[in-house]
């Protein structure tokens, strides 16, 4: 079974940058939808970002495009999640998962979530 466990998380003030790293283990996930997805305090799981399998396929939520960028390094087995322009309502807890079923936006398609990493942004 995929494990994943993300990294890169960070408190940074508003306007600055953090890389996620999302590494799985116990299973290839080259051949998965990949996708990024957070939790702030008292929402609900929102998509973030969304990978194809060979990556040139990305989905965006509209609240982040044009100011985060996922990627993949499937010989890493790893998925990036690049976040600039950061703003404060970006805080939350960051979640990597695996897209098992249904579409790539809802949360309930996803599964192997990982741990998460908290991302703060102050004003």
């Known amino acids: 079974q995929v494990q994943l466990v993300e990294s890169g998380g960070g408190l940074v003030e508003a306007g600055d940058s953090l890389r996620l790293s999302c590494a799985a283990s116990g299973g290839s996930i080259s051949s998965y939808v990949m996708g990024w997805l957070r939790q702030a305090p008292g929402k609900d799981r929102e998509f973030v970002a969304g990978?194809?399998?060979?990556?040139?396929?990305?989905f965006y939520a509209e609240s982040v495009k044009g100011r985060f960028t996922i990627s993949r390094d499937n010989a890493k087995n790893t998925v990036y999640l690049q976040m600039n322009s950061l703003k404060p309502e970006d805080t939350a807890v960051y979640y990597c998962?695996?897209?098992?079923?249904?579409?790539?936006?809802?949360?309930?398609?996803?599964?192997?979530w990982g741990q998460g990493t908290q991302v703060t942004v102050s004003s």
């Open positions: 998962a695996v897209l098992t079923g249904g579409v790539y936006y809802m949360p309930s398609g996803y599964s192997y």
């Open positions: 990978i194809g399998r060979y990556g040139s396929s990305r």
